[in-house]
């Protein structure tokens, strides 16, 4: 695969200011999309959404000070993309679509004033070491004042495709242990922080006092955080994802992570749209699948 230059990308898709290629943090490439009502960055590396902005608003992703911007290692913060397994269902943790550095096949302004990006990644020599069949998967951020996000993968192998998936995106949060969670009342989950014991929630939104790193099979539902300390609801509304993942690391997990502060675990929350587990993802030879979720926030 031909890594694409700084200038190459400009050159191609920079005609118009709404998306320009920079150099990031680690010396990385990154796309900076700006829309009328909101901006983002992507880096090329993992696809990997690491800044949204709407306008009038506060930063919605949350960003480790102390992530790591290199090839073959993930950024901490942002929106990793887990592919094509997740957890450790694999080696590397969470699958090799965030640990290298994909291909921008588009860029622009659309017709309705939000700005986008896609970027592919195919099987080559180095993934079939970790993972042998034939695939290509395309991510494609949109802008505007909501983030769009939609991984399709398409099975370009002679056999079934069957792999897990997930936009494991990190929120701003004023304080985790003020933050509301609605949308998984009554929900039955596996408490991944407790030997994967089954739970079901009561009919209260969702608080948090301790590590949470829970796994919502078949649940479709839209979640929305509501802080009332930033004085905003964020929605995570998604389609075609039948999992969801909530985790904060708390107090020895952040310890634990030398590319995590120590005190930056109250002011993060994953909600992640997933397909993991029994709700992995069987594609024929040629079908495709497209998992997307759909980023709102609005002041309280
Ligand atoms: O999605 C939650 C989780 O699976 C946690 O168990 C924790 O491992 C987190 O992902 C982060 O994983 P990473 O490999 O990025 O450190």
């Given amino acids: ?148 996000m939609s991984l399709e993968v398409t099975n370009r192998s002679q056999g079934e495709l069957s792999y897990e998936e997930a936009l494991h995106t990190y929120f701003v949060v004023s304080d985790i242990r003020q933050v509301l969670v609605h949308g998984l009342e009554g929900a039955t989950y596996r408490d991944k922080a407790n030997k994967m014991q089954p739970r079901q929630r009561d009919n209260q939104p969702l608080r948090f006092s301790a590590e949470t790193d829970s796994v919502y099979p078949s649940n479709t539902a839209t979640c929305i955080i509501e802080d009332p300390g930033l004085r905003r609801r964020i929605s995570v509304e998604k389609h075609d994802s039948r999992t969801t993942v909530v985790w904060n690391p708390w107090i020895d997990k952040a310890k634990a992570m030398p590319d995590f502060g120590d005190d930056e675990w109250p002011g993060m929350l994953c909600i992640e749209t997933a397909n993991t587990a029994e709700n992995r993802i069987h594609l024929a030879p040629g079908q495709s699948h497209t998992i997307r979720a759909v980023i709102r926030t609005e002041s309280m």
């Avoid at 690491?50 to 993930?74: C, D, N, T, Y």
């Avoid at 921008?104 to 993934?127: F, H, K, P, Y």
């Avoid at 970790?130 to 695939?135: G, K, L």
Wanted: charged share 15%.
């Fill in 1 to 148: 695969m031909t890594r694409q230059s700084l200038e190459q990308l400009n050159k191609t898709f920079g005609a118009d200011p709404a998306v320009r290629f920079e150099t990031g943090n680690g010396g990385l490439i990154r796309a900076v999309l700006s829309a009328n009502a909101g901006e983002a960055h992507v880096y090329l590396h993992g696809a990997h959404v690491s800044h949204f902005q709407p306008k009038g608003h506060a930063p919605v992703l949350f960003m480790s000070a102390r992530s790591i911007f290199e090839p073959g290692k993930p950024i901490r913060g942002g929106v990793p993309i887990c592919f094509p397994w997740f957890g450790q269902s694999g080696n590397p943790m969470h699958g090799f679509g965030r640990l290298t550095e994909w291909t921008v096949e588009s860029a622009g302004r659309q017709s309705d004033g939000s700005v986008s990006i896609t970027l592919a990644l195919s099987s080559n020599d180095w993934t079939r070491s970790m993972w042998p069949h034939e695939f290509v998967a395309r991510f494609t951020a949109r802008i505007s004042a909501t983030l769009e």
